[in-house]
């Protein structure tokens, strides 16, 4: 079993519609979670971080951890075609400056 | 602010080369840098830890022979892939970590290497 799984999509979904994107992970020591959207042939860009189990929202986007559960997710409400892009889930198990084990990515594409 | 960047952005060399590519952080000091590797549909995996003044700690399976990292100031880290193979051929993206509240790691544009 992965440490990090990852649906990789595509998903694709209407203009406007709220998207949700998911991971499960196996360590119960991951302590801090993070979502990245990375373009084609880009580096990934921080889009939330949450520590332990909880919501936490910006703008557009919301983020849920169920560290019960293993399962953490990202919700985008109001979709639009500048969204799509592969989301990466990330996470560590400190809180410093260590490496970041990575889900595998979805895909999503929001047809105008 | 927290701005990454990457040198260069695609390389293609003989098999046999060595390859050096640069990570600089443009608007931050990063005591900690990260390598990472991605492969076509895959996660980027870990690489590489990589402390400014000090030794580079790897990833297992990782060979620190082959992949040589210099972490000689508080913006630049550098990954030379010696004696590349095609194998070799990925896409290697570099992350700063940098504290704020929590230390958050922001990543370069990656470099696109191929070996033929």
């Known amino acids: 079993q992965k440490e990090v799984e990852q649906d990789p999509g595509p998903l694709s979904v209407p203009e406007g519609a709220i998207v949700s994107l998911n991971c499960t992970y196996s360590?119960?020591?991951?302590?801090?979670f993070m979502w990245y959207r990375q373009y084609s042939r880009k580096g990934p860009e921080l889009l939330m971080y949450?520590?332990?189990?909880g919501n936490k929202e910006d703008g557009r986007f919301t983020a849920q951890v169920d560290k019960s559960s293993k399962y953490i997710s990202l919700f985008i409400r109001d979709s639009q075609p500048s969204d799509s892009a592969t989301y990466l889930c990330?996470?560590?198990?400190?809180?410093?400056?260590?490496?970041?084990?990575f889900g595998k990515g979805t895909h999503l594409i929001i047809q105008p | 602010g927290a701005v990454v960047s990457q040198h260069p952005s695609r390389v293609i060399c003989k098999s046999g080369t060595s390859v050096k590519i640069e990570c600089r952080s443009l608007d931050f000091q990063a005591t900690t840098m990260f390598w990472y590797r991605q492969f076509p549909k895959k996660s980027l995996m870990l690489m590489a830890t990589?402390?400014?003044?000090?030794?580079?700690?790897?990833e297992q399976g990782v060979e620190k022979d082959k992949f040589l990292i210099n972490h000689a100031s508080l913006t630049l880290s550098t990954l030379t892939v010696t004696s590349a193979h095609p194998e070799d051929s990925s896409f290697y993206i570099c992350?700063?970590?940098?504290?704020?509240?929590?230390?958050?790691?922001?990543f370069g544009p990656g470099t696109r290497l191929t070996v033929t």
């Open positions: 992350s700063a970590a940098t504290w704020k509240g929590v230390y958050e790691q922001y």
């Open positions: 990589s402390n400014e003044g000090s030794k580079a700690t790897y």
């Open positions: 360590n119960s020591a991951f302590q801090y």
């Open positions: 949450t520590y332990s189990s």
């Open positions: 990330a996470m560590r198990t400190g809180g410093g400056a260590d490496g970041l084990t």
